[in-house]
């Protein structure tokens, strides 16, 4: 079983319509976060999570929400998303929300805005 | 100048060849350094964290040179499986020192 699974693996959704992005972490891990992964781009920091508690938000537009309802899972709201926000979205976890800690990813939701 | 830097490639090395790319950082205060490989339409995965004395994981070495400001992966006798994007991860203390930056990728694609 993978430590971080990511649900659906593709979506295709009109500017507006409202779906969510699931994340679930087997890691025990007690932090979780949120990218944004478009072409030829950097992974942008989207959101972080520490036990259960949202600690960054990185300037998100609001379109974009997220729920973190316990340690192991995330998710992530979305609601008349634009054409430029489809990417990659990827959720990875860290044991604690820390630089040192490396972070594991899950194999991302690709979301294509019609 | 971008936080963290790396050479794009596309880096095309025959089977065996010793390949090495480099990542800039701009902050000298970073203390954390980690290089990632992504294989195409796949998730990032952890390669190596980089140590301040260097380390050597199999075919792989990773360095860090602080008064450059830039971290290293260098890969001995390549194998077709390496072909990846590598990405290097770096924290930002100017910001929350406890995020980190990735740079874009180099592109390794190891040839028969």
């Known amino acids: 079983e993978t430590g971080v699974t990511q649900t659906p693996r593709h979506l295709v959704m009109g500017m507006t319509n409202k779906k969510s992005l699931k994340c679930e972490q087997h890691?025990?891990?007690?932090?979780m976060y949120w990218y944004k992964q478009s072409a030829k781009k950097p992974l942008e920091l989207m959101f972080v999570?520490?036990?259960?508690?949202?600690?960054e938000n990185n300037s998100v537009p609001s379109r974009f929400s997220p729920e973190c309802p316990n340690s192991s899972h995330l998710f992530l709201h979305l609601h008349t998303l634009q054409p430029e926000d489809s990417a990659l979205y990827l959720c990875?976890?860290?044991?604690?929300?820390?630089?040192?800690?490396?972070?594991?990813f899950g194999d991302g939701t690709r979301l294509s805005i019609l | 100048r971008k936080e963290v830097e790396q050479d794009p490639g596309p880096f095309n090395v025959p089977e065996g060849a010793t390949v090495a790319f480099n990542c800039t950082y701009s902050?000298?205060?970073?203390?954390?350094f980690f290089w990632y490989r992504q294989d195409c339409r796949k998730e990032p995965k952890l390669l190596m964290s980089?140590?301040?004395s260097g380390n050597e994981d199999g075919r792989f070495t990773a360095q860090l040179n602080r008064a450059s400001q830039y971290i290293s992966l260098l890969i001995r006798d390549s194998k077709l499986s390496d072909s990846a994007t590598y990405l290097c991860?770096?924290?930002?203390?100017?910001?929350?020192?406890?995020?980190?930056?990735f740079g874009s990728g180099t592109q390794l694609t190891v040839l028969p």
């Open positions: 991860a770096v924290n930002d203390p100017s910001g929350s020192a406890r995020q980190l930056t």
């Open positions: 990875a976890s860290s044991q604690v929300f820390s630089s040192n800690q490396p972070q594991h």
């Open positions: 980089v140590y301040s």
């Open positions: 902050n000298s205060a970073s203390q954390s």
């Open positions: 890691l025990g891990h007690n932090a």
């Open positions: 999570y520490s036990l259960e508690e949202r600690v």
